[in-house]
Nanobody
Framework: QVQLVESGGGLVQTGGSLRLSCAAS????????MGWYRQAPGKQRELVAT??????????DYTDSVKGRFTISRDNAKNTVYLQMNSLKPEDTAVYYC????????????????????WGQGTQVTVSS
């Protein structure tokens, strides 16, 4: 019922920038939080950044290694989250995954809202030295 589609990955030189996008679609009632994770070859998936809805404001959090270089943002009207990545380093090379913690509608009479957690398919980011 819900899909997350990422885009924006690619190959960039050290010091360069990339902007990742992740659009959520489907029978979405509300999105509580969205985030970006990454997984490098031979390593576990790790949290990169999250953005959580807090009413009139959004709360963001970053892993220490990307603070000051990456910025997560969100367009609630489009159910889309972005990750602006600046000053990229070779150690940022990984597959980046989008994650959404949300409530979606289950068809019925009446429709029922249920919580769910979804992942995108991943997008490759490669930073050359």
């Amino acid at each position: 019922q819900v899909q997350l589609v990422e885009s924006g990955g690619g190959l960039v030189q050290t010091g360069g920038s990339l902007r990742l996008s992740c659009a959520a679609s489907g029978s979405i009632f509300s999105i509580n939080a969205m985030g970006w994770y990454r997984q490098a070859p031979g390593k576990q998936r790790e949290l990169v950044a999250t953005i959580t809805s807090g009413g009139y404001t959004n709360y963001t959090d970053y892993t220490d290694s990307v603070k000051g270089r990456f910025t997560i943002s969100r367009d609630n009207a489009k159910n889309t989250v972005y990750l602006q990545m600046n000053s990229l380093k070779p150690e940022d090379t990984a597959v980046y995954y989008c994650n959404a913690d949300l409530v979606y509608w289950v068809a019925g009479n009446p429709p029922i809202p249920l919580p769910g957690n979804y992942w995108g398919q991943g997008t490759q980011v490669t930073v050359s030295s």
